[in-house]
């Protein structure tokens, strides 16, 4: 017997019940324009696999030319054996005031046929930045968490991911990058959620703390503080203004909908106008019931199996549930309850009621 019925996805409805603002501080808010983080990647060998390695050309490549940098040159036509050898891009994130020789942690990614990374030892590997500069030289023991198995039958079983692995503290670091945190006559922040409102009283705060004319915005995301140019004066004042409380202003009315997962997300501030909503289903149910016929044993006949074939189609009660003016979350969501819409339902009235104009809030379906 088959199914064909309305699509009806796990919903988990997340509702932000109101509750008073609460102050953040300035640090959790923005971030200082020019401190950044600035990403690394390199390419290099994984040695001392148990016979896990790769068989990919440039693997065998790679081998030939190290061993040309130590003074070995390979005969043609010898190719070493890969079975323990594997090539892997590396990955890391230098992060902002990062001084020569501190270490970071490393990513190391097989780009091969490699099984597994396990118990292997990245080898010395330059680390360069988007204009080609070496930022640091990663090296050291790999530590992988998953881990595989296979039989001589070929049954294998795997955990998690064997050809991706992590060295803390990895790399260290040999360049430095230039931070703007020194020039200039004024810091700027950059609000993490770009609001206008939020934007105005992050300069009220600034300006209360400190004095008047101190900071001004730019825009709704950019806030600019007049700020001393010795450093370490410059280091203190920044310390005062991160940890200046503001109250954020309350986020614009949304409604989310994950049309993967079946989540819907809605904020706090939706409203709907008054609206009349009547939404019900068919259920299609298809049976099979196949009939054998057996011709006589004189007739020459043969056996055939013929299909009957049963459809019925069901519909389900229709609920009706009126809301009326200024209707607030809570109000949204026992209407809802009430009439025990699924899921699937839940999203098909949010979209109604938008396409109506009844929803107050930005439908955003991911």
Excluded: W
């Excluded at 931070?179 to 770009?194: A, H, V």
């Excluded at 004095?211 to 709704?220: F, I, L, S, T, V």
């Amino acid at each position: 017997m088959r199914y064909l019925r309305n699509l009806t996805l796990i919903v988990v409805l997340g509702c932000l019940v109101a509750a008073p603002v609460m102050a953040d501080r300035l640090k959790d808010l923005a971030r200082i324009k020019g401190v950044r983080n600035n990403q690394l990647v390199g390419y290099g060998l994984v040695v001392g696999l148990d016979g896990t390695g790769d068989s990919a050309p440039f693997t065998n490549q790679t081998f030939r030319n190290m061993m040309n940098q130590f003074g070995i040159t390979l005969p043609d036509g010898v190719n070493p054996s890969a079975d323990n050898v594997a090539a892997v891009t590396i990955s890391a994130t230098l992060p902002p005031f990062a001084k020569r020789g501190q270490e970071i942690d490393i990513t190391v990614n097989s780009i091969g046929n490699a099984k597994s990374l396990r118990g292997g030892t990245l080898l010395m590997t330059p680390l360069k930045g988007a204009d080609g500069q070496i930022y640091a030289m990663a090296q050291g023991s790999l530590v992988v968490g998953g881990f595989g198995a296979e039989g001589k039958d070929g049954s294998r079983i795997t955990v998690n991911i064997p050809s991706v692995g992590r060295i803390p503290n990895g790399a260290t670091i040999e360049r430095e990058i230039a931070s703007p945190f020194n020039s200039g006559d004024t810091i700027t922040f950059n609000l993490m959620q770009p609001d206008f409102t939020t934007a105005r009283r992050v300069v009220e705060a600034i300006n209360g703390k400190l004095g008047p004319d101190m900071a001004y915005a730019h825009d709704a995301t950019s806030v600019s503080v007049r700020a001393p140019r010795d450093p370490s004066q410059r280091v203190s004042f920044l310390s005062i203004l991160e940890n200046i409380e503001v109250d954020p202003a309350e986020e614009a009315a949304k409604v989310v909908i994950n049309s993967r997962t079946g989540t819907i997300v809605v904020g706090q501030n939706v409203q709907v106008s008054p609206a009349a909503v009547t939404h019900g289903s068919l259920t299609v149910t298809i049976q099979e019931n196949p009939n054998v016929s057996q011709p006589n044993p004189l007739s020459g006949g043969q056996t055939a199996v013929q299909q009957d074939t049963q459809i019925a189609v069901t519909q389900e009660p229709a609920h009706m549930f009126k809301f009326g003016p200024a209707v607030t979350l809570n109000e949204v969501v026992q209407a809802v309850n009430q009439v025990g819409a699924a899921p699937g339902d839940v999203m098909a009235i949010l979209e109604a009621l938008k396409q109506a104009g009844a929803l107050r809030a930005e439908l955003i379906v991911i």
